[in-house]
């Protein structure tokens, strides 16, 4: 229940309602691979085709940009971690059917 008062203070006005709130990844998120993960020296990023890959950026915790992946068709990355702090750390690979997140752990 929302209640809505006025400035004044008089005339409260209360109403009921749902809300539901989903969360969902994309259904590509599945074929989108990450390995090893955890991960020490590098890490392998697996593409299936058709995703359109329009490049991929790496996120801290704290949401600091951290470093950047091309764009890629299909197919596999393999991209250095030997610059990274031991954490975990957000992949996010902008695709033509919409953002994918991966999380991936440095040891």
Do not use: M
């Amino acid at each position: 229940t929302v209640s809505v008062t006025g400035p004044c203070g008089e005339g409260v006005i209360s109403e009921a309602f749902g809300l539901t709130i989903t969360a969902t990844q994309p259904a590509l998120a599945g074929e989108v691979v990450l390995h090893p993960n955890p991960a020490t020296d590098q890490v392998t990023l697996q593409l299936p085709a058709g995703t359109g890959a329009q490049g991929a950026r790496l996120l801290d915790v704290n949401g600091k940009l951290v470093g950047w992946l091309p764009a890629q068709k299909e197919g596999q990355a393999v991209f250095s971690t030997r610059h990274l702090s031991r954490g975990v750390y957000l992949l996010e690979i902008r695709t033509s059917r919409g953002p994918v997140r991966k999380k991936l752990l440095i040891q």
